[in-house]
């Protein structure tokens, strides 16, 4: 049986950047749109049919439109148990000094909502 529970995040939030409302066990809802992984969000951009499939298939080609995007700081999030990416991609952050964190896919989008709210360069990359 599948079924989907809501978990609000925010009782009021900006209205001028991307935030997720709510996250179900594998999508997001941004705004009135309900969306599934994998994609990207930063407060201004959204790419809905990002081509990664998993931490274990990212490459420089995958991580384009992240690094495209300028962030300070990238959290990947996907479903638990959550796995790091390899450390050749994890080098590729290194290189260009942007800091990377892996969590369970509610923790990414909250922590995202933070500090997105906080005019914060952040980008959040769901895996499905």
Not at 56 to 75: G, H, K, N, R, T
Not at 103 to 124: I, S
């Amino acid at each position: 049986i599948a079924y989907r529970t809501e978990m609000q995040l925010t009782l009021t939030s900006r209205n001028d950047i991307h935030l997720i409302a709510s996250h179900g066990a594998r999508d997001v809802r941004i705004g009135e749109s309900l969306l599934g992984a994998p994609l990207i969000v930063s407060a201004n951009s959204l790419v809905p049919d990002w081509a990664a499939r998993g931490a274990s298939a990212l490459d420089a080609a995958l991580l384009e439109p992240l690094f495209a995007l300028d962030p300070e700081v990238v959290i990947l999030g996907m479903p638990a148990p959550v796995k790091w990416p390899a450390a050749a991609v994890r080098a590729l952050f290194g290189s260009r000094h942007i800091g990377l964190e892996v969590m369970e896919f509610g923790a990414a989008c909250r922590t995202y909502n933070v500090l997105a709210q906080e005019d914060r360069r952040v980008v959040l990359a769901l895996l499905p």
